[in-house]
């Protein structure tokens, strides 16, 4: 199954409760809905066996397939509205591309 996973901090002027309060009602559901995107979830990072957490979230799109998700939902109108949403709430973002071995 290909996936999706985004790590990325909140930009300064949002807090914790702003943002997770935008990724139960709006982000998840959305996201959730789409016809490409089997499953939806977003982890916060809260430790680590180093000390260090260069990413305090992230999403994880478990996809049909890459190819799907490219054309059938990340060209839409609703999806290009939720990324002029989410990109200022977040910084230090990194998009992986995966393929699940296992």
Not at 23 to 40: A, H, M
Not at 59 to 74: E, P, R, V
């Amino acid at each position: 199954m290909a996936k999706q996973i985004i790590l990325y901090n909140l930009a300064e002027h949002v807090t914790e409760e702003q943002y997770e309060d935008y990724v139960t009602s709006e982000k998840g559901p959305l996201l959730d809905s789409l016809e490409s995107v089997k499953k939806f979830e977003v982890v916060k990072i809260t430790g680590s066996l180093s000390g260090e957490i260069p990413y305090k979230y992230v999403g994880i799109m478990h996809l049909t397939s890459l190819d799907d998700f490219n054309q059938k939902a990340a060209s839409t109108q609703e999806f290009q509205a939720f990324l002029a949403k989410w990109m200022p709430m977040v910084s230090d973002f990194h998009i992986l591309f995966s393929e699940e071995v296992y």
